[in-house]
């Protein structure tokens, strides 16, 4: 005789209603991205579609609490609004957003298949009625079709084609590659991608690095190569904890004699994705703002990608090992591997302070955390005072890593604030305030 078992929980809203679950998600996107080894700036493309997604979707079941994105954002003009009369629920539906523009903007078909399939599986474990189910999914549908299509208008496929950097190894100060790969310049061209809230990739324009000049120890450069050569070879274990902490490279290549092969960590991005999880989850915040702190996040962190490329293939500043390679010890070598584009501005710091503004705004000043994310890669956990006090850290951790001037580094901080400070000023989200 066959036994069947019924099914008698029906507490779906508790289990969707939980803003772990979100984070959860994210977290399995950021293990997708990871697996993937897909740049810090490609990634950023990633989270920040997802989230929109799932953002809309929560949107529209809290239109008391949430505006959309549409009409504020570069190119999205419309997103679908819920069918009257049909019973939704939107954090399900959410995730299911989420999961499909995370999976699709860049990824393989089925990246994302299992998780999705466990989600829909815990709904309907859990009582979620056919109907609701039915219709959850029908406006997540409908919602991911309007941003994908969104997506594909912001310039990304075009730059797959664009032309390569093109080394110029006979000026000593512009960017050649490094070792160990030597791989060529990522995402030359990010600074034609589509912004959100800048009005051009060029809105917050740098002002110049320090004039190249290895022969005048009285120049303001010479003095920058003797800071970092000086420090990156007294470094303490503190320092060097701070250094590994925001290491962040999505694909190291380990070079063992003839040996070679990568290690994978979160990138930049994801990083900060997880500790937006880890500020959610210590203010207890309820699942539609724990996906806005999710949302503002990625926004800032994609435009201050784009600001920052800009800046970098403007300037092709050459990097600090290049430099004292070649002039100063040839045995030198980096705490950390040079990422392969040039040295100012600086990406990690760039993002990390706009990440940081954002999540302040979210959450507020003087917000103090610990940041678990590196457990999982064998690195023990940092706690800080506010975000803030995180993006400022970040500042030292690449200096620290010989992979960035000091001065670049509070260059980039400075503007990654500004792109963030620009999103708070042009965006409404929240209904009851920023």
């Given at each position: ?63 008391n609490q949430y505006y959309s994105l549409a009409g504020q954002l570069h ?360």
């Amino acid at each position: 005789m066959q036994l069947i078992a019924c099914n008698t929980k029906k507490d779906y809203k508790t289990i969707f209603n939980d803003s772990k679950l979100y984070s959860n998600t994210v977290h399995e996107l950021n293990k997708v991205v990871m697996g993937n080894n897909f740049s810090p700036i490609v990634a950023s493309r990633n989270y920040l579609y997802a989230n929109v997604a799932a953002y809309e979707v929560i949107a529209a079941g809290y239109p008391n609490q949430y505006y959309s994105l549409a009409g504020q954002l570069h190119g999205l003009t419309t997103v679908p609004k819920p069918v009257a009369g049909k019973t939704i629920n939107y954090e399900f539906s959410a995730l299911m957003a989420f999961c499909t523009l995370g999976e699709s903007v860049t990824f393989p078909e089925g990246s994302m298949d299992d998780y999705v399939n466990s989600l829909k599986k815990l709904a309907k474990d859990h009582g979620m009625p056919s109907d609701i189910y039915e219709n959850s999914l029908e406006y997540a549908n409908s919602v991911s079709k309007v941003i994908m299509s969104w997506s594909k208008k912001d310039n990304y496929a075009e730059t797959r084609s664009m032309e390569r950097y093109n080394v110029q190894a006979d000026d000593p100060s512009r960017w050649v590659p490094t070792p160990p790969a030597y791989a060529s310049a990522v995402e030359p061209h990010w600074n034609k991608i589509r912004p959100l809230v800048m009005d051009s990739a060029a809105q917050f324009k740098a002002p110049p690095p320090f004039p190249f000049n290895i022969t005048d120890k009285k120049s303001a450069y010479y003095k920058q190569v003797m800071q970092l050569l000086d420090s990156t070879r007294h470094l303490s274990d503190e320092q060097k904890h701070i250094t590994e902490f925001w290491d962040d490279n999505p694909f190291k290549l380990n070079v063992s004699g003839h040996v070679m092969y990568g290690t994978k960590k979160f990138s930049p991005p994801g990083h900060w994705m997880s500790i937006v999880g880890i500020a959610a989850e210590k203010a207890k915040a309820d699942y539609a703002t724990t996906v806005f702190a999710y949302t503002k996040t990625a926004i800032v962190l994609f435009d201050s990608f784009i600001q920052c490329w800009n800046e970098k293939f403007t300037y092709n500043t050459v990097r600090p090992e290049t430099v004292i390679n070649r002039s100063f010890d040839p045995d030198w070598q980096p705490y950390l591997q040079t990422p392969a584009f040039p040295e100012y501005t600086c990406g990690h710091s760039t993002g990390s302070s706009a990440a940081a503004e954002a999540l302040t705004s979210v959450f507020g000043d003087n917000f103090a955390y610990t940041d678990s994310s590196e457990l999982e890669f064998g690195i023990k956990s940092r706690s800080y005072k506010s975000f803030n006090d995180a993006a400022m850290e970040n500042t030292w951790a690449r200096f620290y890593g010989g992979l960035h001037f000091h001065p670049t580094c509070l260059s980039s901080n400075k503007y990654g604030k500004e792109v963030a400070q620009l999103v708070d000023e042009r965006l409404n989200m929240k209904k009851s305030g920023k």
